[in-house]
């Protein structure tokens, strides 16, 4: 991989943390604990509003695992090691890493 390939899925991956902790901030208020004052809220919208916040903190979750997977490839690129599939070794397709410069294996190991 040449140093401009590098440099340019270096400046994907930082875009794309920038992005999803801009995301995640910006979701915080969906993740707050709901209120079960029954007076000023039915049971059903209680309801409603916990589901809602269960699945704010699962898409938090699953932002966080995809920050996590973008500086792994940062350091894998400062490494020299981007671009290889972490288990076998092997080349990973460029239109799989174009498509998600963050993933870490080949489409074999990937496909089990």
Do not use: W
Not at 32 to 54: C, F, N, W
Request: proline share 2%.
């Amino acid at each position: 991989m040449t140093d401009d390939e590098q440099m340019k899925f270096t400046e994907i991956l930082r875009a794309q943390i920038a992005e999803l902790e801009s995301y995640d901030r910006s979701a915080k208020d969906s993740r707050a604990t709901v209120t079960l004052d029954q007076t000023s809220v039915g049971r059903l919208s209680r309801i409603d509003a916990m589901q809602q916040q269960a699945m704010a903190n699962a898409t938090s979750q699953r932002r966080k695992a995809e920050i996590t997977q973008a500086i792994a490839a940062l350091a894998r690129i400062q490494q020299g090691e981007f671009g290889y599939c972490v288990e076998c070794g092997e080349d990973i397709a460029p239109k799989r890493l174009s498509h998600n410069p963050a993933i870490a294996t080949c489409i074999t190991c990937a496909s089990g």
